[in-house]
């Protein structure tokens, strides 16, 4: 029996364009701590090694020092580290994995997959490896890698790992480089396959009706359509029993969450404020907001005022554009009664008239929303 931590998409190095600063400096180093946190998996579930499927680095671009700090985590482990190379850090003339960097820092246990076919790991335990040399590939790398395996000995648990998407979960059918579901299954099926390990989709899932065929997801979440990040599995396989189990352990400290919210009322405005307050931790949430509805102009003041204080907690909070559209109705006297009069009483009329649509629409909208905000705080 071995076991193993299988997972993939590190993107070391990886930056997004809504995080700035010192939110984005965590980030960076939050990605580098969920490999010193497999590292706890590791030696929590007695693993034999790491298997890592592709796309480790974010390019073959970053920089010494995060390949210098990755390396160093990497080397904590305290287990082998198989890295396959992927789309985002192949093995073409500018590898990271060539670098000098890289050689300089890398550790012993820490291995690169830098051909493709069977690597014997242990006694009975071989892995086939199929990593990428250039992007984009122009096959099935996957299949590639087994054909150049051949038939492995009786007893050798066999453990593919390979990064691309499955055929049966790209929508692109004229895409060389997709994997064949079916091809995988029939090998597994044969017994000259027990586990494929699989990275190029940030989200865990298991896919096929064999219940061998699993993609990891990033140890840290990535983007906001991802589903079910944070993850690494814990794989027991074993070629002379047939034994097979996958657990999966949650690793990611980051939330990327989409508020969707149609705001009318006071009491919608509540409901908002509780769910921002429940957020947690906050300095490592960023949330994208994309409001609709009609408030007044004390509640869309009071939406600005929330928002802005909680702008000043969150890892970072975003309109999401093109999705988010809260019109402001004047209710009554709530302009008269602050008392503006004269030019700003024109202004007001002007913006009144430019919020009820044509050009400036929505600038006018946060204007009379301004005002209100100013006038009530004298």
């Not at 202004?347 to 005002?371: H, T, Y």
Request: aromatic share 6%; net charge negative.
């Amino acid at each position: 029996m071995v076991r193993f931590v299988q997972t993939s998409d590190w993107q070391l190095g990886m930056t997004r364009y809504f995080l700035e600063g010192e939110a984005q400096a965590r980030y960076t180093a939050a990605r580098i701590d969920a490999v010193r946190a497999i590292g706890e998996v590791a030696r929590v579930q007695r693993c034999d090694f790491v298997l890592v499927a592709g796309d480790v680095f974010e390019s073959n671009l970053v920089s010494t020092r995060t390949v210098a700090r990755s390396l160093e985590a990497m080397g904590s482990i305290g287990c082998p580290v198989y890295l396959l190379p992927g789309n985002h850090d192949p093995l073409d003339a500018a590898s990271v994995y060539t670098s000098a960097a890289f050689r300089r820092a890398c550790p012993p246990g820490v291995v690169v997959l830098d051909r493709a076919g069977v690597h014997r790991v242990a006694t009975g335990v071989e892995i086939v490896a199929a990593p990428w040399f250039h992007k984009p590939a122009l096959t099935d790398l996957a299949a590639q890698a087994l054909r150049e395996a051949g038939e492995p000995d009786p007893g050798v648990t066999r453990l593919l790992l390979a990064h691309g998407p499955l055929d049966v979960l790209s929508p692109d059918d004229d895409d060389p480089a997709r994997l064949s579901l079916a091809a995988l299954e029939s090998e597994i099926e044969a017994d000259r396959l027990h586990h494929v390990a699989l990275g190029d989709r940030h989200s865990r899932l298991s896919v096929g009706r064999t219940g061998r065929v699993h993609y990891s997801g990033s140890p840290e979440v990535t983007a906001f359509r991802d589903e079910v990040p944070g993850d690494v599995l814990v794989v027991d396989a074993d070629a002379s029993s047939g034994a097979h189990a996958v657990r999966e352990h949650h690793v990611g400290t980051w939330r990327f969450t989409t508020m969707r919210r149609h705001l009318d009322t006071g009491e919608d405005l509540d409901a908002l404020e509780e769910e921002i307050a429940a957020l947690d931790p906050k300095d490592r949430t960023v949330v994208r907001t994309a409001f609709v509805g009609t408030l007044s102009l004390a509640n869309k003041a009071r939406l600005d005022d929330l928002l802005e204080r909680w702008d000043d907690s969150l890892a970072a909070r975003f309109t999401w554009a093109g999705h988010d559209d809260v019109a402001v109705r004047v209710e009554g006297s709530e302009l008269t009664d602050l008392g503006v009069g004269g030019f700003v009483s024109s202004a007001v009329e002007e913006l009144l008239a430019r919020a009820g649509g044509g050009e400036g629409e929505q600038s006018a909208r946060d204007a009379l929303a301004l005002l209100y905000r100013l006038g009530a705080a004298r």
